[in-house]
């Protein structure tokens, strides 16, 4: 009983162990998935399934002006403050309905110009305008998520996310093959609409509770505290899936599609076992972090959530890396290229979950210009590391960029961390020792 007994006595813990349920049913199904992705349209469509994900993510921020991180602070601040939250949602929507209505357009119009830059031919802009239609669910299912995420309903979360999955992956599995490729990809293009369903359906009742639907208006009282975070939304979401689209072009013309596939296939599953993070991170370390106003606590904070995650993630990395060849044999059988990439990415992929740890202190205080910066550098290095990588080692030399980039980015960050609660600190000693003015 003393196991059950601290893990509900730990917050983190009880995120942690409920995460671990539905990773593994993910886990297991995605398995299944990529084998079937693998063995019927090979590396060259494990390649295209790329390039329309990482489109469909830049769109998830684009299509509500990256008000998610906001929606997810100011919940967490404010959910007992009913006129509060009524000027938060007024404000979102207002900007949410601006982003749908120039993404649609965008998606609608230049659909041949982005088939061409994705998938180097316009074979695939009817997919394009497909999108533009699926763009309203895109957004909202975003900031409702973002609701779910400020409240801290790690168990409503969860449901959400498994039905989700499930449905998501039953309609990409028949379509695939019923259809091959193009069924894939229609799939993926329409699992947002699936997505808002299940949310929906789960969690319209506490929706209810928090915004006032009917109240809405078209004023907009938290616009500029909103663009703060749609300025780091840009920096983080769209120019990372930019730059991810980028690498894959470059891969395809220095190497092969191939490569391409190989490199994808490799990224596909480490956001397996990322994906375990990155719920608790908006689920537990933004909401956390919000609340965080001194140095020491901070560090208290950092230190125990280090000694919870950064174990287990480290024993479950090792056991991916010696298990690299059944990996490959169970989801990509024939992707043999794909071991040598493996000790990078699991090395790279443990110093980024420390680095987005402390880096999320950024986003709870609203240190815009920190967090630009460090995006910035951060998305630079990965883009010229790989680039010349890419020449020496091949698509190695892209997992390889991973790695030395967030070695790099987690020394910067930490130095941006610490210089702030230094500021911090001068500020408080000025107002409780001020000067004279004689």
Not at 308 to 321: H, R
Not at 337 to 344: A, D, T, V
Not at 376 to 400: K, Q
Request: glycine fraction near 6%; charge should be positive.
């Amino acid at each position: 009983m003393k196991i059950p007994e601290f893990i509900r006595a730990n917050l983190l813990l009880k995120v942690t162990s409920l995460n671990a349920v539905v990773i593994s049913i993910r886990l297991f199904i995605s398995i299944f998935v990529q084998r079937l992705i693998a063995e019927l349209v090979g590396e060259a469509g494990v390649s295209k399934i790329g390039q329309l994900r990482n489109l469909t993510e830049l769109l998830t921020s684009f299509s509500s002006l990256g008000v998610f991180t906001g929606v997810v602070k100011y919940v967490s601040e404010h959910k007992s403050d009913k006129e509060q939250l009524q000027k938060l949602f007024s404000t979102v929507f207002v900007m949410s309905l601006l982003g749908i209505v120039i993404t649609s357009l965008v998606l609608f119009f230049g659909a041949n110009y982005i088939s061409e830059y994705l998938f180097v031919t316009t074979e695939y802009a009817y997919l394009i305008k497909l999108l533009a239609v699926i763009v309203p669910f895109i957004s909202l299912y975003r900031i409702f998520n973002g609701v779910v995420n400020g409240l801290s309903m790690y168990k409503k979360f969860a449901k959400i996310d498994i039905f989700a999955y499930l449905a998501s992956a039953g309609l990409l599995v028949y379509s695939l093959l019923e259809y091959n490729i193009d069924g894939a990809l229609v799939a993926i293009a329409i699992t947002p609409i699936i997505q808002f369903i299940v949310l929906m359906i789960i969690f319209f009742k506490v929706l209810k509770e928090y915004i006032q639907f009917s109240k809405l208006s078209f004023k907009t009282p938290m616009l500029n505290v909103l663009l703060a975070f749609s300025l780091m939304s840009f920096f983080s979401t769209v120019l990372l899936n930019f730059v991810d689209i980028e690498i894959r072009s470059m891969i395809i013309d220095k190497i092969t599609e191939a490569d391409a596939g190989i490199w994808t296939a490799m990224t596909n599953i480490s956001k397996n076992y990322m994906v375990f993070s990155s719920s608790i991170f908006t689920l537990y370390v933004l909401p956390k972090f919000a609340g965080i106003y001194s140095k020491s606590e901070f560090k208290t904070e950092v230190f125990s959530i280090y000694k919870t995650l950064l174990p287990i993630f480290g024993l479950g990395m090792i056991a991916v890396y010696f298990g690299r060849e059944y990996i490959i044999q169970l989801i990509y059988p024939g992707f043999d290229s794909m071991s040598p990439l493996f000790k990078w990415q699991l090395l790279g992929d443990f110093v980024r979950l420390a680095t987005i740890v402390i880096g999320y202190q950024f986003l709870a205080k609203k240190l815009v210009r920190s967090f630009i910066f460090s995006e910035i550098v951060s998305i630079g290095l990965f883009y010229i590391f790989a680039y010349y990588l890419t020449n020496e080692y091949g698509v190695e030399g892209v997992v390889m960029a991973h790695f030395f980039r967030y070695v790099i980015c987690f020394f910067l960050i930490f130095y941006l961390v610490i210089r702030y609660f230094k500021k911090q600190s001068k500020l408080q000693v000025e107002d409780l020792n001020p000067e004279d003015d004689e």
